[in-house]
């Protein structure tokens, strides 16, 4: 199954927002309010900030659900840097490096180098992570 991508673009960078793996950790909206403002259509302004800015907030993205591309610049394919994986506190798995989730079968069901993984059990997208964690009172 594709994921939905929203794509966000000026002069300077193209933001890329998959909707369906956002967990809604909202670090973007408290690292650039100017920028990621949920009440506004569109909710992704890039020219409301630097380039930097927005590529600093985004970086804090868990799920990488908002990701980019620096005009002139390719994403960089290699990285030497091992997988990490962490427990977010009462939140989720976070997998932060190049990875490939398959289903049962051996289809794949995303590639990646960043993701939220569902902890609680609560997650209408599993597996990954939709912050229903927070609505439940998941502790872990």
């Known amino acids: 199954m594709a994921e939905k991508t ?15 793996i956002c967990m809604h950790a909202a670090k973007c909206v408290g690292g650039s309010p100017s920028v990621f403002d949920p009440k506004k259509k569109p909710w992704v302004n890039v020219n409301a900030e630097s380039a930097e800015k927005i590529m600093a907030t985004i970086d804090l993205c868990p799920s990488r659900a908002l990701s980019y591309i620096k005009e002139g610049k390719q994403e960089e394919e290699n990285n030497t ?5 962490s427990l977010m506190k009462n939140g989720p798995i976070l ?15 995303k590639e990646g180098k960043k993701a939220a993984f569902c902890r609680c059990g609560g997650s209408s ?6 912050g229903t964690h927070k609505s ?5």
Not at 125 to 130: A, E, G, H, L
Request: aromatic share 14%; with cysteine; proline share 9%.
């Open 81 to 85: 840097e091992p997988v990490e994986i």
């Open 125 to 130: 997208n599993k597996p990954f992570c939709d």
């Open 95 to 109: 997998v932060n490096g190049p990875f490939c989730v398959k289903d049962a079968d051996g289809n794949t069901i």
């Open 136 to 140: 439940i009172g998941f502790e872990g």
């Open 6 to 20: 929203i794509t966000y673009k000026n002069e300077s960078i193209t933001v890329f927002w998959k909707p369906e």
